[in-house]
């Protein structure tokens, strides 16, 4: 912890000596190092909930301490096709909608007690197959994991404002496994990443559906939680699908080509773009996957059976 404090404080004296109007924070984090995710808070003190917050983000899910709520209700995002930008921040692939679009993609119900307006898409990535997702299941981490942000419309504004505000931002993830077929809205969210190889590339995409990105499966888990990059915003109702989607090697490969920097200085490949899991300090992790039908099942009654759609509890967590 010494060690922490003195790191920190070494790297606020350099950012001060920079001149502090010429340097931007977000250039001062990255995921790994003395400006990685242990240091986030010690950086810049309007990150200190990255380090001293109890609700933060990722966490590793246990499928045999989840909690069943049978009033979570069927998670609903809009089905109509949005443009927007996809760009290597440096940091990520994020994809941000277009600000033109005359129609927005809602997501609502799940545990969701608010409308909530689809933004924007990060994906995160591992360098090697074992690991690259934020989110972990029994302690098995996934190749990526693609993260779909939305903002409550009906308190807030804009995305910006219900960063920082309750019950502000919601985030579905939906963690990656490799296939030899991958999901078809993914491949049109990937397909020019070679326009993007390096850090603050941007290229249209058009007609991308959200909806289209998700497993088929009615069944997730569900948790508060925060933003898993500085500032670490403890307002994110958290939606992890309990089925993957699927990418090719060669989508990974194409992945794994991208660079931090510019083409003259292209810094340190973009992958390993995960913050590491964060203690769950008492928080419940509840699902909609009733699993006592399942062990009624198991015993051979006559109920319906959900057991195969447990994907997380069916199937193990091992890679296929």
Partial sequence: MIWHIIVG???????????????????????????????????????????????????????????????????????????????????????????????????TGGPLSYRYQFQEIHVHYGLHDQFGSEHSVNGYTFPAEIQIFGFNSQLYTNFSEALHKAQGIVVVSLLLQLGDL??????????????????????????????????????????????????????????????????????????????????KHPKAPLGNNFRPPQPLHYRPVRTNINFNVINKAAVGKQCPSMYKDVYYKANSWTPH
Avoid at 14 to 27: F, I, N
Avoid at 32 to 50: M, Q, R, V
Avoid at 253 to 261: A, I, K, T, V
């Fill in 9 to 107: 404080i070494l790297i606020h004296i350099l950012v001060q000596s920079q001149g502090a109007q010429a340097v931007s924070w977000e250039e001062w984090w990255t995921y790994d190092g003395i400006s990685g995710p242990a240091f986030w808070g010690l950086i810049n003190p309007e990150w200190s909930l990255c380090n001293k917050g109890r609700r933060q983000s990722p966490v590793n899910l246990e499928p045999n301490k989840l909690l069943f709520d049978p009033n979570l209700r069927q998670l609903h995002i809009d089905k109509h096709r949005v443009g927007g930008i996809i760009t290597n921040t440096g940091h990520s692939v994020i994809f941000t909608v277009s600000n033109d679009t005359t129609s927005h993609i809602n997501i």
């Fill in 182 to 263: 991958s999901n078809p809205e993914l491949r049109i969210l990937i397909d020019q990443l070679d326009k993007i190889r390096y850090g603050g590339n941007e290229v249209e995409v058009k007609r991308l559906s959200v909806r289209g990105l998700l497993p088929e499966t009615d069944y997730y888990m569900t948790y508060d939680g925060s933003t898993t990059m500085p500032a670490c915003h403890e307002t994110v109702t958290w939606l992890i699908m309990n089925k993957p989607i699927y990418i090719t090697k060669q989508q990974m490969h194409g992945l794994r080509r991208l660079m931090q920097g510019d083409d």
